[in-house]
């Protein structure tokens, strides 16, 4: 069993875009026709995260300060303080693992905790 893919709900595709394609890189894949708009990005091994422009039905819930306590999507980085820079330079806060391990955790703009940790 592998993971194929992530779905997540956000509000505003372009803002979002301005998150997986221009703080994380992420690329594009093609996304057929399915009634609502989207955006799937690439990742390794066939993996893909879907954005979904739809009403989010947990809009209004609370989330914990650290994305670590929270559902979050878990992505390797090949430079962990290239990523912290340009999260830095965009004014998007983040916080260190509390485990020791070399990653961080930060919100794309609709509140999804993403952690970043170092491949190895």
Do not use: K, W
Not at 74 to 87: E, G, P, Q
């Amino acid at each position: 069993m592998r993971l194929l893919h992530i779905g997540l709900i956000v509000s505003d595709l372009t803002r979002s875009a301005a998150f997986y394609e221009g703080i994380l890189g992420l690329p594009r894949d093609p996304r057929p026709e399915l009634g609502f708009d989207g955006i799937f990005y690439r990742l390794e091994a066939g993996q893909q995260i879907h954005l979904m422009r739809l009403d989010d039905p947990y809009g209004g819930v609370e989330r914990p300060a650290h994305g670590g306590r929270d559902n979050h999507v878990a992505l390797a980085v090949d430079d962990l303080d290239a990523i912290c820079a340009r999260l830095n330079t965009a004014s998007i806060s983040y916080t260190r693992s509390r485990s020791g391990r070399a990653a961080i955790f930060c919100r794309d703009p609709d509140g999804h905790a993403v952690e970043l940790c170092l491949s190895v």
